[in-house]
Structure formats: C-alpha cells, structure tokens
C-alpha cells in the first residue's frame, strides 16, 4: 500500500521522468555527450547553486552567474540568460515539490505578484534589458545581492525567530503583490534573471514579519513563474546567448534535485546556517566583483557601488519599521 505522503509526490516524480527522459532523448539523438564533459564545472557549481535555490531566498542564479561571470569569464548577458534557463528547470522542480507537499504559501500576495511579474518581465526583457551594458548587468547583481547578504548578517536571528504571519488585508496583499511583481519584474529580474524572489521575500519577512518556512517557499513560486517566463520569451525571439544550452544541458539534471532538496531540508530542519554561508557568499562575489571591474570603475564607480548597497539597506530598514508598527496595531486589535 502506497504512503499518502507518497502518492502526493507523484505528480513530482512523474515531472522527474518526464524530464530525466527527454534530456536523455536530447542528448543522445544530438550527441552533446562531448558538450557536458567540456561544461562539468557548472553541474559541479550548481549542486551547491540548487540547493540554496531551493532552501534560501536567492534563486540558483546566486551561484550560477557569478562563477559563469566571475570564474569563467562569460559576459554577464550569458550568465543572466543562463539564470533564467537553469531556474526554469531547478525552481520549477522546486515549486512542483513544494506544492506536492502542501507546504504552506502566502497565495494572497503571491497570485497578484505572479500577475505582475506576468506583465513586468516581458516589458523588462524587451525594453529594459537591452538597455543595460555588462559591466552595469554585473554590478547590479552584484550589489543587489551584497544587500541582501548584510541583511541576513544583522538581521538572521529576528528573521528565523518569527511565526506565522502579521495581521494583513486583501487590498494590501493585491497592491503589494502586484507592484512587486511588475516592478521587480521588468527590472532587476529582466536585467539580471534573478532577483524578483528576494524582492518578495523582503517584504514578507520584513514588511509581513512572516515566518521563514511561509516566504522561502513563496519566493522560490515567484521565481520559477518568472525564469519560466524569461526563458520563453528569450526563445521566442531568438534572443538567448550564444553557450547557454550546452551550460544549461550539463547542469538542468543536477539542479532538477539540488533545488527540491533545498525546499524539503529548509521545512525540517533550521534555516540559519544555509542563510547564514550563502549571505556571506553574496559579499564575498560583491568584492571580487568590484575588485573584476576595478579599472573601469574607479574610485567613484566603486563608492557609487558601495552606495546601492547603502541605499538597498535603508530600503530594508524602512520595511523593517514599518512592519514593526503594523504588528504592533495588530497586537493592540
């Protein structure tokens, strides 16, 4: 007799197949045998990059783009591309299992950001992205994430001390949603490829005060929806980089387990110490970013970098408060 538990992963293990038999189909009939031997160093990088996609808010591109970027030297529109190609396959996976799982989401906020992000990536993709140069790709992202690293540094303890969620409101939940999901969509996502799940989670913890187990599974939703989006727009236009499917060929069967890994472990047992490594990971690429592109930024380009940070984190402690005083009127109620 089958376990319950087990017949509610079967729509999981049956996507496991579907996948595991097409790319085997893909590579055999193509031969590119000789495509993943010459790209095992990413399916290495992205065991690590799934699962903190899967078990933190930073999708698998957290790993993917700086090694692309930073180790291998690719331009940073490969590494954004790739992003959103692996995270179609890895978070995708990731939200399957969640789902499979029952695991518990904020769908209030999570419907009308899905919305948003339906209507911001694309917008962002055509209009936005092309607009941006590498070196402007590369720093974003790098200080993007370096923010969010300081964030969880000062912050990690308070963060994984909450429960539940803070007393919220439909209309609140829908505007919220929605802006996060188009804003976050048509600009660090589009640019990037990562990045819109941050967003929501940072409104969520922060804002929301909602307990770790609620906004990880939420934002890893938000960014499957969105690399899923990402990916096929880029194939529509034929606008995807050149070296993106062989690197994705060679990690997309890695990643297919790291990221439901991640979700499965970051629901059983404490998030603090996976939080806690990929945030200082998220400076450590900060300053070998900056250090990279040293020349071309010079003193002010540097100070102007450090100043995103600054900003981003003020940003945060802006939500931070105001969430604060929303708990407060609840607990007053």
Known sequence: MIRPNRCRLLPWLNWLMLFYGGWLVLVISGDYWQAIREHWGIAVAMAMGSYA??????GGGTVGF???VLLFKQAPTLGRDFSFAVQSVGMTSASIFILCRRQEVEWPMLRWALLGSLIGTPLGILYIAPLAPPVIIKLLFAVVWCSFGVLHLYR???LCQ???MAPGAHRFDRNAGFLIGLLAGSTVAAITGVGIDM???AVLVLLCQADLK????TSVIIMAWTSLLGILLKNLTASIQPGVFENWLAAAPVVILGAPLGAFVVERVGRKATLLIVSILCIGQFVWTVSDEW???GLVGVIGALGGVLVFNMGFEWLHRAGMKLARRGQSR
């Open 295 to 297: 020349q071309r930024l």
């Open 162 to 164: 909450h429960e539940g």
């Open 199 to 201: 967003v929501l989670y």
């Open 53 to 58: 996609a899967g078990a933190t808010p930073m």
């Open 214 to 217: 609620i906004a990880i599974p």
């Open 156 to 158: 990690l303890r308070e």
């Open 66 to 68: 700086p090694v692309l």
